[in-house]
Nanobody, 126 residues
């Protein structure tokens, strides 16, 4: 069983920054791709960013490209999402996720993710 715990959310003004963390436990963290997703009120959950096991490859949704950075520290079993130049459109609950299988490529389809954290709320005021 894998446990994922997000932290770092909060209220920030437009143009500000936040860094989200996701601490993982329960299996060999360094062997798995990790992803971040978000769900705004009244909207479907959507892909935000993904990172491969070594951290050498990342991929972002167009809406966050150039503003968000995903990274990981395998020694700490933690994946991060640095969010800069935040706008009210970034307001959402942010989730980290891990696949069931030892997938090492870049995957954006949330149906391939099996383990999810409880989410952390990010609210950006205008």
């Amino acid at each position: 069983q894998v446990q994922l715990v997000e932290s770092g959310g909060g209220l920030v003004q437009a143009g500000g920054s936040l860094r989200l963390s996701c601490a993982a436990s329960g299996r060999t963290f360094s062997s798995y791709t990790m992803g971040w997703f978000r769900q705004a009120p009244g909207s479907e959950r959507e892909f935000v960013a993904v990172i491969n096991p070594s951290g050498s490859s990342t991929y972002y949704a167009d809406s966050v490209k150039g503003r968000f950075t995903i990274s990981r520290d395998n020694a700490k079993n933690t994946v991060y999402l640095q969010m800069n130049s935040l706008s009210p459109q970034d307001t959402a609950v942010y989730y980290c996720a891990a696949p069931l299988l030892q997938i090492t490529g870049i995957i954006t389809d949330q149906r391939l993710y099996h383990y999810w954290g409880q989410g952390t709320q990010v609210t950006v005021s205008s």
